[in-house]
Every structure is written in C-alpha cells, then in structure tokens.
C-alpha cells in the first residue's frame, strides 16, 4: 500500500479535550482508521477497511462518527462512486479538559490503550511479512529499548529534541520525499518507569 496524499497539507496539529469527542475515539477501530489515515493520507473506507480488518460498511459508518467529531473529513470523488476520507489534521493530543471527572480520565486511558494496541497490531503484522519484506528495509528497521536515568526536564527536553528531529519526515507534510519512500511506522514511548520509587 502507498501513499496516495496528491501533495503535503500544512502542519496542522490539534489538541482534543471535547469529552464526547474523545469517547467517540475511544473505540478501537475508529483509531486505528484514524491512524491509517494519518500514515497513508486519504483513503476509502473500502482501502480502510482492507487495512483494518473490517468491511467498507463498516467503516463507513465509523468514518462518519469521525466526521461528527472533527477528527476526519470527506473529499469528492473522483470517481463518482466511493469518497476518499481524509485525516482533518497532521496530529491530535487528546487531553481531558483542567478538572475533568474520573469519567473523561478513563475514557483518555481507553485511547492510550488502543493506541498501545494499535502499535503491536502493526508490529505484528510487520513480523508477520517479515520474510517477504525487502533486504534493505529489514536491515533498516530497528527495535530497541533503553533504561535512562533522567530528571523530568531532561525527559522533556529529549522528547522535543526527538520530536524536531521526526518531524521532518511526517507523510502528510513532507513535500519532497525521495523516489523510493515508503510509510514507515515510528513508536517513541518515554515515561517514568512504573517501578520507579518503589
């Protein structure tokens, strides 16, 4: 699968803290549609559908709860026939509103953990095709991990750091990628480790 963005849109990233909003994404499979689209760039819910496992009806309709909320938009057709879908913003950061109850805390735990799930979907998929996976892209991969000591500033800076350094190479904004580029999927994941202070 390609990517199928006609050209790069502007950055545009947005900061969820609508609580209804953030239910409607909590379910698994609206962002995981979500993702995709934000990976390959506007897509049917038929090439949707195909990517997440689902039926084109299906994700129809999870497509246009998406819409309700914001989090995709529709473009014409250019065929006459299925509307492609695309992403309405380069990024989202989804955040119950100051004070929100035990409720909205939950539900942004639920996205947390679909987007856990999400990441060892694909990294299983990626397993799974490993082996008909070209030479150069599986010396190219990496997977590591890494114990830090670090104060919470120094974390911060690292994930600034670490996001400039990315954010060049993001699908949707990038305008002038090489011949030969291909969606690849980067997880970076920092936090205090949960034994920490025991």
């Not at 390609?2 to 947005?14: L, Q, W, Y």
């Not at 609508?18 to 038929?46: E, K, V, Y």
């Not at 998929?125 to 010396?139: E, G």
Request: proline share 6%; with cysteine.
């Amino acid at each position: 699968m390609s990517f199928k963005s006609i050209e790069p849109v502007p950055e545009h990233r947005t900061s969820v803290t609508d609580a209804r909003a953030l239910r409607a994404l909590a379910h698994p499979l609206r962002l995981a549609i979500l993702n995709h689209l934000m990976a390959f760039g506007a897509q049917t819910a038929s090439a949707c559908a195909e990517a997440v496992g689902s039926t084109a009806s299906n994700c129809s309709y999870h497509l246009r709860s998406l819409a309700r909320y914001g989090f995709v938009e529709s473009l014409p057709s250019a065929d006459g026939r299925e509307r492609p879908w695309r992403s309405a913003a380069t990024g989202f950061e989804f955040r119950g509103e100051e004070g929100t109850d035990a409720a909205a805390t939950a539900v942004e735990r639920l996205i947390s953990e679909a987007q856990i799930d999400d990441g060892a979907r694909l990294q299983k998929k990626a397993l799974a095709v490993q082996a008909q996976t070209p030479a150069q892209w599986r010396d190219a991969a990496s997977a590591n991990s890494y114990a830090l000591l670090m104060t919470p500033t120094e974390l911060r800076i690292l994930a600034d750091s670490l996001d400039a350094l990315i954010r060049p190479y993001i699908g949707l904004t990038r305008a002038d990628p090489p011949e030969d580029s291909e969606v690849v999927y980067l997880q970076v994941d920092a936090f205090r480790h949960p034994d920490a202070g025991r």
